[in-house]
């Protein structure tokens, strides 16, 4: 078949892609080809109504779609090409994509690649809820998308079974549209969402969050007609004697997000079992060259600023590789994620560069501090007063401070 | 449950039924499962007038869907049963008639893995028991032998069965019903039998709906409900006892790991043949089935305990499983005919009932009833000579159209011409399983008049991927109800009960 050759091609429009294509742009690369599945660009902020997006970037509380369109139009203004509708079939390792629309069908090979897939939600298989299975049964951001953008109502008595972001705003957007929201149900101790969604989602709403709480069995042949629920213990297995029934019609599921990596597979990059994204250097390359990843697709963040400022800088050094074919082989040092973090990204940064690390503590804590360190030699420290694993810390490494280190580790004191 | 009501034949309600125009049929056939659809295709090769009617919206909708899609070579039963016989001829038949019927099929065989002396005694048993039923190229492996098939099995010998494999269930249920359909067979569905009532001059079939079909001949192929139908003819002699068989599907991922099919050496009593790991024609991997009784024929729920059971069986074949490698949960059942006190299993019975002429009543066609379908289909058949007149129509259809390959296995080459014929190819719908707006509009046109999410699920496989359709279920929502007119309460799961969604959020400009 026919192999087109392209500059650098960035697979998913959303806020990844959008900012990835744009710095690339403006670095000044000019074959740039943006593929967007959807018939619109801007990815899931499509379906987010809600406000609270880009307080860090433009200190405005937007909606989703406000936010994705500040990007759209600095876009339009570019000369990138953007192909909606449009779905990547495959890449392969040596940069070739299929690319599939109405109608077309082609294949091209690019110098440089951004993966920019954004992620996917974890159904209920992967958690594995005994029971039945009839409809009524929804992911809540599929329930999201069918409400906010088919204007299809789901269900009327609703039970949540997660406290993820998501899950906090449909519990919100439920009961604003008429449904009745029986609980919010956390396994944790904790919840996996951000304090303001609950307090914003929930507690001003009057709707309750059973932390420790899972939902043990599915009832219902035909469409769903309750849950038993349980307290768990430390184990998180279900304590005898705590079930309740709890009729309801619907059951949301807000219980994780995974990066969508099919495509990397595919290319045969290597990925981080902790972020189940693919590992990358400071320059966001995988260890396939030429093929680089930014935001939900690399790790899940909780902050769609995070996610845009991290694809700028992705795009940055897309269009380095791609377009001026500068293929920098600066030294390059391992972090590694030590006690007390469940990931840090880059998993390999350059040693010559200043550089912001990503990264999650595992559980979690008040008054601690994180602490990127070679042995005795403390590179960086940041002290906070509430640590998260719901929210994404970022600390920056001065390029001097990283003079004749060879593997950071970064740990929580 | 379902069929609460039963009205015993010997009281017959005499009543406005007799008035109403009543369709005659020469046979019909109660069920459309696997087994009543492959009656009604061989069936359809001859000029009579055939009928299928089924409770559900679909075809496949019951054990036809929920099993583990193996063909079975056929050592496993004792020489002489109709299982041996069956068996063996339907695997034999399956491989052309999938090919006609453009369903996927493979045979990949399979090892039966004995651990220690006694069970290669067992093994022994099993080939001489297979070549007594006729199975081709049985064979005794030793370990090194089993490993070039299968690298890293545990086991001191193992059986090999190269006419073992898989084979797509719902897939070939759903072509035998369009192929019976192609050739001029009547589809009732949704058409539950309430009463059935016997003349002189046939049988009268009556659903919950009061409406009334007649034939001269009932063939009893309801699966787990075959003990309820046969009593509503008086037949007394059956009770079916259903045992819940529950499984894990695994992610495509892993799909290629598993060469053949891998079971360990029976054990007595066992109701099934143990939890193995079965390669789907599509590339999942089955963990399952559990063998566990229960009360009712379609209790398809699954328990924590058994799921806790099947994932460490599962990680202690794969290691490096992760949680998000399981992507599904499913449960069958079987139609016993084996109480849970004796266990193991009970010979299928195929009658021609001499006290009640015209009623061929099937009775406990569990495994392997999907590999033996074929076969039944035949010797039932041969049954129908007894009370009809079969004289092979002048134009019977063979082949059905369209393509095996669906555009997700085909190549970039095809894939490029498919998209350049129909654009419709070029829209993926399902993205997990690079299903098509094509292939779902198909679905959604099938003859059979499929409707529901199941039915365009089993004709496709969309939202059968890893995300469960998380991300095609809305978009699939959007194709029934912007492009062809549904409104979102018709939109169900497999019937009117299990709709999906209570209506809008908003009043729509226009909508309906």
Known sequence: MNLEERDLVIIGGGPAGLAAAISAWEAGCRDILLVE???????????????GFGLHTFNEALSGPEYAARYIEKLRNTGVEVLEQTMVLHLGEDRVLHLASRGTYRTL???????????RERPRGAISIPGTRPSGVFTAGAAQHLMNLENIMVGNRVCILGSGDIGLIMARRMTLEGASVEGVFEILPYSSGLP??????LNDYDIPLYLGTTVQKIHGSRRLEGVTVAQVGPDRCPLAGSERYVPCDTLLLSVGLIPENELSREASIPLDPRTNGPLVDSSFMTRVPGIFACGNVLHVHDLVDYVSQEAEEAGRFAAAWSCAAARSSANSLSVIPGEGIRYTLP????????TTLSLRVAAPWRNRSIVVREKEKIVARKSLVRLHPAEMIRIALDAKSLLGVHELEVILQ | ??????????????????????????????????VGCAIARELSRYALSVGVVEKERDVSFGTSSRNSGVLHAGFNYAPGSLRAKLDVEGNRLMEP???KLKVKISKIGKLTVALNEEECRELERLKEQGEANGVPGLEILDAAEMHTIQPGV???KALWSPTSGIVCPYGLTIALARSARQNGTDFYLSWEVARISREDSGFFLENSQGEELKASVVINAAGLFADRIARMVGIRDYTLYPCRGEYYVLDKRLQGTLKTLIYPAPRKNDPGLGIHLTPTVDGNILIGPSAEYTELPEDWSCSAEILENLRQKGRELFPDLSASDFIRSFAGLRPKLAPPEEGGNRDFVVEDRKDLPGFINLMGIESPGLTSAPALAIMVRDMVKNHCDLKEKDLFIEELPGRTKSFAESSPEERAALVAEDPDYGEIVCRCEQVTKREILDALSDPLGARTLMSVKYRTRATMGRCQGGFCLPKIVNILTRELGYSP?????????????????????GSR
């Open chain 1, 37 to 51: 599945r959807d018939r619109v660009l801007g990815g899931i902020l499509n379906q987010c109504i809600h406000d």
């Open chain 2, 154 to 156: 545990e086991g001191v």
């Open chain 2, 1 to 34: 449950m379902i069929l609460s009501k039963l009205v015993d034949l010997g009281q017959p309600e005499v009543g406005e039924y007799r008035v109403k125009k009543t369709k005659h049929y020469d046979v019909l056939i109660v069920g459309a499962g696997v």
């Open chain 1, 347 to 354: 998993q390999k940064i350059s040693s010559s560069e200043s």
């Open chain 2, 97 to 99: 008639l999938c090919g």
């Open chain 1, 196 to 201: 303001r969604n609950i307090q914003q989602c």
């Open chain 1, 109 to 119: 090979r690019a110098r440089g690649v951004i993966l920019a897939m954004g992620c």
């Open chain 2, 489 to 509: 309460e018709e939109i169900s799961l497999r019937d009117e009960k299990s709709f999906f969604f209570p209506g809008r959020v908003r009043k729509e400009e």
